[in-house]
């Protein structure tokens, strides 16, 4: 028999249909975008919150039918939105969303109404370290604790070492009758955190209140993560400053040539702390900080450069000056201070000019400088007219910018500073965005927002992060009697790979790694235990693998590839904040977008094949009538699923093959096959170049490449295959086979200087795998490219693969650039976070 549903169930599924109307609004609004990619993953989280839904009402009863009735009519909108999706039909998609699945939505929250009872809400100030009360302004907590008493709610401070969840206590630090006190209390309702630490970074106590207990406070990153985001997602990137990271002094002085002026500043920092104006002057160097200027001439400058840019500690960004002064040669910006109310809104609690002293190269307050009224400054800098029409553009501005950001951090934002700056020629500008940012002057305003929302937070239910749920195969370190690996102060190099992958590249990586003084051990995704933050790793001693409990690796060398992908996404999630040797989600990626990319260059006309993106039947005869042969394949897809070859032959008949199946076609029956296999998918038609043995078989070239040691490109191994298909190349496991490229060369192109191709094909492929990390922002080392050669041997790409290529026979040439590659990345990430 089933069990009915506790007020607190009833409550939590009100909450989750809540957060699933709020989720559809902001899935219509990329559909109206054509934000493609961002509305997939949007939608993927409407599903799986209708899965918890549906999964909970399975279990219990409720005191009406009602609930399971609209559920049963929200599945099927579900699945037809899913089939559009497929298709890319977001005119119907959007059709759907609003005249059916949200109405749906809304009658199913308001089905979920009835058990809610009034309470009092408790918030809890935390710190992971130290006592929020230590560490905040008077005037902060003196605004808190007044707003939490108008709000009619609890407030109470507390760190790590204060929680109890045994008994599920804390030791809390408590204004009350006018003094404060500590007191014992039961958890609160929600967390208001201070300071944003990666999941990695994370203390165990602190990672356990978060599966308990909502958190108001979710970091954007720092001054390098979040412009790659930016980037990543297209919007807003023309606001961003261009800048480089210093990683040796010549990047220094190559932007300085370029530029009159630059500013370099800490990728870690806050308060104008740590911030230069670099300038060169004829032979001499000028560097200038808050206060003060200094001259160098070019040895000193250089000993600057490598005792204060260069220096272990700190790592520096320099980027484009923005000159932005008043009239009186004052350096100001504008402070947006977004927070969301009471109701989950962004609102702007205080947008105004921080301006500087002359003597000052900054504009922070906590520099000296001062602040005004937004309009009333605009008005007096760039006249009335002007001046207002600023003020609304950078209201609006921050809004929509700020929307965006929580759109891109999975809504997890809820307050933000955003430092804009305003050039000679009127263009914005945004210099960086902040997490809990300063207050000074209205910390009352930013108590009422702070207060509001963590009781919103608290009231709905509301968990701003994916939760996981343990699978009953996954590792528990506290009940498992593995030996404990001791740690030294070497560098732990973890591989993350499937349980029944084939051992010998990890057994390769393993020698490599002993070779070269790194601990190396293989987890998969059953092997981590979310609580405790260890791994069961497999570790090779002695020529067999043995399993111990050991902490989180310092990187990690991702053969599993499965980011993004459901079913995954916790994993990937827990390992947030440890640096990956490949970033790249594991589906595959657009082939189309790679070609457009590579010839927007004009560098790769000569390998480039002719290729277009099929909308009509008739781009393919186009082709075909032009190059009487030609390839089709699926713009997404690997494994040669889905490729067609296509020739003409005499009276108008076609030959085409896929896969093992060869067929002849009149012109009237190959269109209607056609039209209805482009009617499944995105199709992209290319010129067939003829790549074929002296034997008559296909083959391509294979360049496997891995940036090395100092993470630049470097080759694993370059081989022939060999299909046994009329027109696609064979995998060893379905009958193809490889070989060795320069006897293979010497064979099939006995008139060509076949050293020469091989360096040929090895540039060419360089410049490409360069040019393709240029487009995208993720970080990667691993690269594959399939390259034709023609008849006259010359070279042409045909696809490239960052998804997992395969390896045959050549793991140790592989493990001995990964392995390498690993502790680059690894040490420059300590570096980053010393």
């Known amino acids: 028999?089933?069990?009915?549903?506790?007020?607190?169930?009833?409550?939590?599924?009100?909450?989750?249909?809540?957060?699933?109307?709020?989720?559809?609004?902001?899935?219509?609004?990329?559909?109206?975008?054509?934000?493609?990619?961002?509305?997939?993953?949007?939608f993927s989280s409407i599903v799986e919150g209708y899965e918890a839904i549906n999964q909970t009402l399975r279990l219990y009863t409720t005191d009406t039918d009602d609930s399971k009735v609209i559920l049963n009519k929200i599945e099927p909108n579900l699945v037809?939105?899913?089939?559009?999706?497929?298709?890319?039909?977001?005119?119907?998609?959007?059709?759907?969303?609003?005249?059916?699945?949200?109405?749906?939505?809304?009658?199913?929250?308001?089905?979920?109404?009835?058990?809610?009872?009034?309470?009092?809400?408790?918030?809890?100030?935390?710190?992971?370290?130290?006592?929020?009360?230590?560490?905040?302004?008077?005037?902060?907590?003196?605004?808190?604790?007044?707003?939490?008493?108008?709000?009619?709610?609890?407030?109470?401070?507390?760190?790590?070492?204060?929680?109890?969840?045994?008994?599920?206590?804390?030791?809390?630090?408590?204004?009350?009758?006018?003094?404060?006190?500590?007191?014992?209390?039961?958890?609160?309702?929600?967390?208001?955190?201070i300071g944003f630490a990666s999941k990695h970074q994370q203390s165990i106590t602190e990672r356990k209140l978060r599966r308990?207990?909502?958190?108001?406070?979710?970091?954007?990153?720092?001054?390098?993560?979040?412009?790659?985001?930016?980037?990543?997602?297209?919007?807003?990137?023309?606001?961003?400053?261009?800048?480089?990271?210093?990683?040796?002094?010549?990047?220094?002085?190559?932007?300085?040539?370029?530029q009159d002026i630059a500013v370099v500043k800490p990728i870690l920092g806050a308060r104008g702390e740590r911030i230069y104006f670099v300038q060169k002057k004829g032979n001499r160097f000028t560097v200038s900080d808050h206060r003060h200027e200094r001259i160098y001439n070019k040895e000193n400058f250089q000993e600057w450069i490598q005792n204060t840019l260069?220096?272990?500690?700190?790592?520096?960004?320099?980027?484009?000056?923005?000159?932005?002064?008043?009239?009186?040669?004052?350096?100001?910006?504008?402070?947006?201070?977004?927070?969301k109310d009471s109701k989950g809104t962004w609102q702007i609690t205080k947008i105004y000019p921080r301006i500087g002293s002359k003597e000052s190269i900054l504009s922070n307050i906590s520099r000296g400088g001062r602040t005004e009224d937004l309009l009333p400054f605009l008005t007096t800098q760039f006249g009335k007219q002007t001046g207002e029409q600023y003020n609304k553009e950078l209201t609006d501005l921050s809004l929509d910018l700020t929307k965006y950001l929580d759109r891109i951090h999975n809504f997890s934002l809820h307050e933000l500073g955003l430092d804009l700056a305003i050039d000679h020629t009127g263009r914005f500008w945004l210099h960086e965005v902040n997490n809990g940012p300063q207050s000074t002057y209205h910390e009352e305003e930013r108590a009422i927002h702070a207060i509001g929302y963590a009781k919103y937070i608290a009231e709905k239910g509301i968990v701003k992060q994916n939760q996981f749920q343990l699978s009953e195969n996954q590792f528990v370190a506290k009940t498992s009697k593995l030996p404990i690996e001791k740690l030294d102060n070497r560098h732990r190099v973890g591989m993350l790979k499937a349980t029944n992958d084939d051992d010998k590249l990890a057994t390769a990586c393993a020698y490599v790694a002993h070779y070269e003084n790194v601990q190396f051990y293989t987890f998969s995704p059953q092997d981590i235990d979310y609580n405790e933050m260890l791994l069961r790793g497999e570790f090779y001693e002695n020529g067999k693998w043995i399993s111990k409990i050991v902490e989180y690796p310092d990187v990690i060398y991702d053969r599993l590839r499965l980011k993004g992908i459901r079913g995954y996404n916790d994993v990937y999630e827990e390992l947030e904040g440890i640096p990956f040797t490949n970033e790249f989600h594991g589906n595959s990626m657009s082939k189309l977008e790679v070609y457009d990319q590579l010839s927007s260059t004009s560098t790769f006309d000569d390998i480039i094949i002719p290729y277009q993106r099929v909308h009509k039947v008739r781009d393919i005869f186009q082709y075909i009538d032009e190059y009487e042969a030609v390839i089709i394949k699926p713009e997404v897809g690997?494994?040669?699923?889905?490729?067609?070859?296509?020739?003409?032959?005499?009276?108008?008949?076609?030959?085409?093959?896929?896969?093992?199946?060869?067929?002849?076609?009149?012109?009237?029956?190959?269109?209607?096959?056609?039209?209805?296999?482009?009617?499944k998918g995105t199709f992209i038609v290319q010129k067939y170049i003829h790549t074929r043995t002296i034997d008559g078989s296909p083959f391509d070239i294979r360049v496997h490449m891995f940036k090395n040691r100092n993470d630049e490109w470097d080759f694993a191994s370059i081989y022939p295959r060999i299909g046994v298909r009329y027109a696609t190349i064979s995998t060893t496991i379905t009958g193809g086979y490889i070989g060795?490229?320069?006897?293979?060369?010497?064979?099939?192109?006995?008139?060509?200087?076949?050293?020469?191709?091989?360096?040929?094909?090895?540039?060419?492929s360089i410049v490409v795998a360069d040019c393709f990390a240029s487009f995208n922002t993720g970080n990667f080392n691993e690269i594959a490219l399939d390259i034709a050669l023609d008849i006259d041997a010359r070279p042409y790409l045909i696809e490239v693969n960052v998804n997992k290529p395969g390896i045959v026979n050549y793991e140790f040439d592989v493990a001995k650039l990964a392995i390498p590659n690993a502790i680059y990345i690894a040490e420059q990430n300590k570096e980053m976070n010393d």
């Open 1 to 42: 028999m089933k069990t009915k549903l506790k007020d607190e169930q009833l409550i939590q599924l009100q909450n989750i249909s809540e957060t699933l109307i709020e989720a559809t609004e902001h899935f219509i609004s990329n559909i109206k975008e054509r934000q493609f990619g961002q509305s997939i993953h949007i």
């Open 80 to 193: 037809l939105i899913a089939k559009e999706l497929e298709e890319k039909n977001l005119m119907k998609v959007a059709e759907i969303v609003q005249f059916s699945l949200t109405p749906n939505l809304r009658k199913l929250n308001k089905s979920f109404l009835k058990g809610s009872h009034n309470r009092t809400i408790t918030i809890g100030v935390f710190h992971d370290k130290v006592n929020p009360k230590e560490i905040y302004p008077t005037e902060r907590i003196n605004a808190l604790i007044k707003e939490s008493e108008a709000q009619h709610v609890h407030l109470i401070f507390f760190s790590s070492e204060d929680v109890e969840f045994e008994t599920k206590k804390i030791h809390a630090t408590v204004f009350k009758n006018s003094e404060w006190t500590k007191q014992t209390v039961d958890f609160p309702n929600v967390i208001d955190n």
């Open 212 to 258: 308990l207990i909502p958190f108001t406070s979710f970091g954007v990153g720092n001054k390098l993560f979040l412009p790659k985001m930016m980037v990543k997602h297209r919007n807003f990137a023309q606001l961003l400053v261009p800048f480089k990271m210093i990683t040796d002094e010549q990047i220094v002085y190559d932007y300085i040539e370029k």
């Open 310 to 339: 260069l220096h272990k500690k700190v790592n520096y960004m320099i980027q484009q000056y923005i000159d932005c002064h008043t009239i009186d040669k004052e350096p100001y910006d504008i402070r947006a201070h977004v927070q």
């Open 638 to 679: 690997s494994f040669a699923r889905g490729v067609h070859y296509i020739s003409k032959r005499e009276k108008n008949n076609y030959f085409v093959t896929e896969s093992d199946t060869e067929k002849e076609y009149n012109e009237i029956s190959l269109r209607k096959y056609l039209n209805e296999l482009i009617s």
């Open 740 to 764: 060795n490229l320069l006897g293979f060369l010497d064979r099939n192109f006995p008139k060509v200087n076949t050293e020469q191709l091989k360096q040929l094909i090895k540039s060419k």
